[in-house]
Structure formats: structure tokens, C-alpha cells
């Protein structure tokens, strides 16, 4: 894990780039538009711990999870729409996107059991097994259609698909990247181009065209 000065965290982290406090802040080990370490989101964010050493602690004795499995690295990536569990205190956390920046939004236990999950690639492995290959790592059989970009709707307590969330024109999405991040809209249209399609979302106050890395289905 490595560590960055606060004044060159990105703006979506939600903590002060300036003033009192620790000058630096742990870094994930994945990109840092898509989500925050267990340790800066403990310590830094909730403020249940003033140490790496205190974080270290309630990781290992197997007090935190994210989306209901244990994890016991402090340096474990908490990704978007991903789910904090703190079973011992009984609260549970989504990390959402407010106002262009990361927030730990506090979720009832029901909603703690569901993710929403891009679709970013599919495999054939037979005649009715298709392997769905997911945004943030996980795979699943199944034998339903879908296409990539599409979302899924999980129970991560049972770990298996609740519904296929297709990207089709009437969709409700919302953006997860780049300077619209965090604002939700429609998708109205599509835009051909020489290399793939762009795809018009319309939000509030007008459409945009982007990139299907860029958001996602949600509805």
C-alpha cells in the first residue's frame, strides 16, 4: 500500500485536502476514481480508529466485511456501490457518490445484502454455461442472456444473481466517472462512432453523450 500527500488526493475522496491531521493518506491498490482503502475509510472517514495499528486490530479479528465476507487486510479496495458491514456495532455502509465525492451512506440491513455491478465481459464454456465476468472482480455461471455492459442485481449474502439490469434505451443509470459522476438520468439514445457507440443520457438539466465505461445501470 502506498501512501500520497492529502493535498494530491483526488477530489472525490471525503475528507479536507488541508489543515490539521495526518499529512498523508494510504492509497488502494486499484484506481483511485473507483474507490478507498478499508484503512482510510476506518480511520479516516468513520474516525472508529486513530491508527493503522487499531484498523489492523478489527480486521483481523474478522469485525469488518465488505459485502458481507470477511476481510482482513486494511488494505482492501472499497469500491463504488460496494457495502461496509460492521456487524459488531450493527451499522452498515454504501459507498456512493455525492456531489461529485465519495460518502459512506448509512444502509438498513436489508439493502446491506443487495450490489449493483457493471457486466464487463461474458465467455461461452458450453451450451447453456456462460461465464458473466463482473466489474469488480467476481465471476458467476449462469444461463440467463445478458451483454456486457449491462448490471446485475446481487445478494451478496447468498452470492447469486437477482436480476439482469439491461442497457437499453429507457434504462435508469447514473454516472460513475468523469465530471457528471454521481448524477443519475435515462438513457435516451445512442451515438455511432468510428470505434463503438456513445450513449445519451439524458439527466435534470440536459443529454450528454458518454462512454459506457462511464456509467451505470441501476434501474
Partial sequence: MAHIKKTQMPKSWPVPRKGRGKRFVAVPSHATSKGI?????????????????????????????????????ED????????????????????????????????????????IVKIIGKKVLGAK??????????????????SVGDSVLLNTKEDK????????????????????????????GFEELVRGRNYQIKLEDKTVSLPYKTILVIA
Avoid: C, W
Avoid at 456487524?87 to 450490489?115: G, H, P, Q, T, W
Fill in 37 to 73: 482503502s478499508l484503512l482510510f475509510l476506518l480511520r479516516d472517514v468513520l474516525k472508529i480508529a486513530k491508527t493503522r495499528k487499531e484498523v489492523r486490530r478489527m480486521t483481523l479479528g474478522g469485525m469488518v466485511k465488505v459485502n458481507n465476507k470477511v476481510r482482513k487486510d
Fill in 129 to 146: 454455461s456462460i461465464q458473466m465476468n463482473l466489474d469488480d472482480g467476481q465471476n458467476f455461471l449462469t444461463g440467463e442472456k445478458f
Fill in 161 to 188: 444473481i437477482v436480476k439482469i439490469l439491461p442497457l437499453k434505451e429507457g434504462a435508469k443509470v447514473e454516472v460513475v466517472l468523469g465530471k457528471h459522476a454521481g448524477e443519475k438520468g435515462e438513457l435516451v
Fill in 76 to 115: 482492501f479496495p472499497v469500491q463504488v456501490f460496494d457495502v461496509l458491514n460492521l456487524d459488531k456495532a450493527k451499522l452498515n455502509y454504501k459507498l456512493e457518490i455525492v456531489n461529485k465525492k465519495f460518502k459512506l451512506v448509512e444502509v438498513s440491513a436489508k439493502e446491506a445484502d443487495s450490489k
